[in-house]
């Protein structure tokens, strides 16, 4: 399957600070990018639609000026959490959107643990 | 919006047993299902996907079902082994749907016994 590359892994910063998180499509290109958030031993929540060239397009009570979405590349989507605080503390995920055999399969990346003290 | 939803959160199996997860679904209109495996601290690892116009789909140890009638979902998974314990997700989507977003159910934890 395509690879999804997810940096960092886990991150950990001060209350206040901004945390960039980069999701990369190793071996494809890949038009939309999806960032989801992951509470401990719950589903996958989508934040937003990441749309190469365009703005994103964010799910229904994310803050877009809080997670901010940028899709310069057809291979590379960034999140920053901006002036984390411990609420935002979870797992973020990023995927890519590839085409397959019967719809669109979306590649996931490693994830990014974010822990804000 | 409409919900995926599992019936069973936790399946502890023997190793070498088959093993079945199960999830319903409640959008009839969905028509694209992709199971997704995903283990403790990683990203969900794509396993296998089924097209509405198929009842049945197989990949190496692992068989998904679809039964329309009933909007029912479920991952096969032959001889079970260690390595297969993770937290299974289904996910459905409309494969026309523009905004290509995936739902996922609630997940099932798959506990594989020595």
């Known amino acids: 399957g395509a690879v999804v590359s997810q940096h960092p892994s886990r991150v950990i910063c001060k209350s206040g600070t901004s945390v960039k998180i980069e999701c990369r499509s190793l071996d494809f290109q890949a038009t939309t990018m999806f960032w989801y958030r992951q509470f401990p031993k719950q589903s996958l929540m989508l934040m937003a639609t990441?749309?190469?060239?365009?703005?994103?397009?964010?799910e229904q009570g994310v803050e877009k000026d809080k997670f901010l979405i940028n899709h310069a590349s057809l291979t590379l989507s960034t999140l920053t959490v901006t002036s984390a605080h411990p609420e935002d503390s979870s797992f973020y995920i990023c995927s890519a959107r590839v085409a397959g055999l019967g719809g669109n399969i979306q590649y996931f990346g490693a994830g990014t643990r974010l822990s804000v003290l | 919006g409409e919900n995926v939803g599992l019936h069973l959160p936790t399946l502890s199996v023997q190793e070498g047993d088959n093993s079945i997860i199960n999830c319903a679904y409640s959008?009839?209109?969905?028509?694209?299902f992709i199971w997704y495996k995903q283990e403790s601290g990683k990203g969900p690892q794509f396993i296998i996907d089924i097209r509405s116009n198929m009842d049945k789909r197989q990949g190496q140890r692992v068989t998904v079902l679809l039964n329309k009638t009933v909007k029912h979902l479920s991952l096969q998974i032959a001889a079970t082994q260690p390595g297969d314990s993770a937290v299974y997700f289904c996910?459905?989507?409309?494969?026309?749907?523009?905004?290509?977003?995936?739902?996922f159910g609630s997940g099932t934890r798959l506990l594989v016994r020595p």
């Open positions: 959008n009839s209109a969905s028509d694209y």
């Open positions: 996910a459905e989507t409309l494969a026309m749907d523009s905004s290509y977003k995936l739902i």
């Open positions: 990441s749309n190469e060239g365009s703005k994103a397009t964010y």
